[in-house]
């Protein structure tokens, strides 16, 4: 059982490029949400999904990108990179959004931006 | 708004219990969670308080009191695969109910 899957697990950019962080759950799961987290921050959430077809603001979403084309994926874009955009990127899902409180993680991408 | 404050670290020795607090200040919210993260790996889900008092799971226990506006994590019996980083997290009634974090409570634990 993969869970959530996500990719690159590392990638170091140049400033101004373009990327997408993957992110496929197998799960079902109806909502999916993007988080950074930075040491002493915690995880601050960027992006979030309630259905395929539907996304919305978090509290850290300018600079960002999703979309929800189908259950299972959820990527995220960042169109012209800077470098307070290093983190490490979090995937996570929820059967429904997040009713009891239990949110499922992937393994995080770490991104470092130069 | 809401914000969670939780201690930075926590050391303590095997065998011993370690209370994490988080206290918050929020307009309102349905309910506390608790995650564990390894090594800057995966957060996990521990534990959910969605009404007042005392869950207990395993030798993890997690306690919520609306009125004092404070939840803790105890864990009891420590291992050292308990060393870990957690967070507390709140779901507001507002920011379309989604999972708001704490800064996260590093714990060792020592032989």
């Known amino acids: 059982i993969a869970g959530i899957t996500q990719a690159p697990t590392s990638q170091i950019l140049a400033a101004g490029r373009r990327m997408t962080l993957r992110c496929t759950q197998d799960m079902r799961h109806n909502a999916m949400y993007w988080y950074r987290q930075d040491l002493g921050l915690g995880l601050r959430l960027i992006h979030y999904s309630n259905t395929a077809g539907t996304t919305g603001k978090g509290e850290v979403p300018d600079g960002y990108s999703v979309s929800r084309a189908n259950t299972d994926d959820f990527p995220l874009t960042l169109a012209s990179a800077v470098p307070s955009q290093t983190s490490v990127y979090f995937c996570?899902?929820?059967?429904?959004?997040?009713?009891?409180?239990?949110?499922?993680f992937g393994e995080g991408s770490r991104l470092t931006v130069l | 708004g809401q914000s969670l404050e939780q201690p930075s670290e926590v050391t303590a020795v095997e065998g011993a219990i370690v209370q994490i607090n988080c206290t918050y200040q929020?307009?309102?919210?349905?309910?506390l969670s608790w995650y564990q993260q390894h090594d800057g790996g995966a957060p996990t889900f521990l534990s959910y308080?969605?009404?007042?008092g005392l869950e207990e799971t395993g030798r993890f226990s997690s306690f919520l009191s609306r009125s004092d506006s404070y939840g803790y994590l105890l864990l009891q019996e420590l291992q050292m695969k308990d060393s870990a980083s957690y967070f507390c997290a709140v779901r507001p009634l507002w920011k379309d109910y989604k999972l708001s974090f704490g800064a996260g409570t590093t714990v060792t634990v020592r032989a």
């Open positions: 308080n969605g009404l007042d």
């Open positions: 996570a899902s929820s059967p429904g959004q997040g009713d009891t409180g239990e949110l499922f």
């Open positions: 929020t307009s309102g919210f349905y309910g």
